[in-house]
């Protein structure tokens, strides 16, 4: 459809020409081939090189583009722009031109003249977030366009993966609503949304959509969500089962391994939980590795494995000086293998390491009491 509008825009334009032998059945022939190179040179030739025909710079400038003669197009459209200023079409053309050149500086200059001439014009604010180097630059061009088109769902989709950047998940969540919701069949955004209504708790939302989507594609990453989604509902079983098709087919990552473990712990099936604990941390070691090691020492904890435990705590801080490792490692002293004195050393070196104030208020006040206490009997 957009080829044969061209045609039809063309064969308008070469009606207008008006110079002397013209052939107007070989232009069309080119167009309708799309040999635009043989139709820019063909127009070179009849036209002198100084010539000031807007519609015969036009039609070679878009001729020269349209071949990949980006260079001689930009030419062509600076003189029909000095000619005619202020020429959206053409200025969306140079605009085109320097992006396509890498010249991101004069695409962007271009874009700013347009929406100087028209506040409203959507393309221009969606074309000058991708100039932006930072989420906050791409931002306000995305909100812009947005607000112009709510159910674009390019800008929607960026519009989204940009507020998701900067931690705003509520919008980024609702601009890909809205988008969804004037086409429920976008399985693009729907993919997208995945993550954000995870982030927010949409657990249930999360496996209806999931059930949909694998039901068109078994895509790893919606799998993933939903395996997710499964163990905030305290769905164990199905959490193991999901991220277990994941291992089936070889995609297993550290973090669908770790949900395994921690959901064969709930389970109580403790050697498995334990194996896949295990497999977590070979995975990958990682900023996260420490917080495995608590894992696997928590699993061994369940099963009174308490030297094992002593030993995977103090493997996770060869990673990470931890605070959380200290305070299991206070709790599993004085309980479990009753050396106080190792206990309050924990418990000191707990407080010590600066845990959070607010997040931690009932660790600080009880690792506090329990140093008074321990210390007192000795």
Known sequence: ???????????????????????????????????????????QSIYPEDTKDIKALTQMAYCYMMSGKLSEAEKNYIKVNAA?????????????????????????????????????NFNAYRQLAGFGDTAEARLNYLK???????????VAYDLSATYRELKQYQQAYDILKTAIDADEGNFTLQLAQLPLANQLG?????????????????????????????????????????????????????????????????????????????????????????????????????????????????????????????YHLGLLFEFNLKQPKNAVTYYNLYLKNKPDQDKEKEQIAYAKARITALTSKT
Not at 22 to 27: A, F, M, P, S, W
Not at 144 to 154: E, I, Q, S
Not at 244 to 254: C, R
């Open 202 to 326: 949409k657990y249930k939302e999360v496996i209806e959509t999931g059930e949909k989507l694998v039901k068109e594609k078994a895509d790893a990453n919606v799998i993933n969500e939903m395996g997710q989604a499964y163990f905030y509902l305290k769905e164990y079983k199905r959490c193991a089962d999901v991220f277990k098709t994941l291992e089936d087919l070889g995609i297993q990552n550290e973090g669908t391994l770790y949900y395994m473990a921690l959901s064969y712990r709930e389970l109580k099936e403790y050697d498995k939980a334990t194996e896949y604990a295990k497999k977590t941390i070979e995975e990958g070691i990682s900023n996260h590795t420490a917080l495995y090691y608590i894992a696997l020492a928590g699993i061994y904890e369940k099963k009174n494995q308490f030297s094992e435990a002593l030993e995977a705590y103090k493997r996770g801080l060869m990673f990470n000086n931890s605070s959380a490792i200290y």
């Open 1 to 43: 459809m957009k080829i044969w509008l061209c045609i039809c825009l063309f064969i308008f334009g070469i009606s207008t020409f008006t110079a002397q032998g013209i052939d107007k059945e070989k232009l069309l022939e080119y167009y309708e081939s799309q040999r635009y190179a043989d139709a820019a040179q063909y127009l």
């Open 144 to 154: 812009k366009a947005n607000t112009l088109n709510r159910t674009d769902p390019d």
């Open 84 to 120: 005619e200023p202020n020429n959206i079409p053409v200025l969306f053309s140079l605009a085109h031109i320097n992006s396509r050149r890498g010249n991101g500086t004069k695409a962007k200059t271009y874009l700013l003249q347009i929406i100087q001439l028209d506040s409203l």
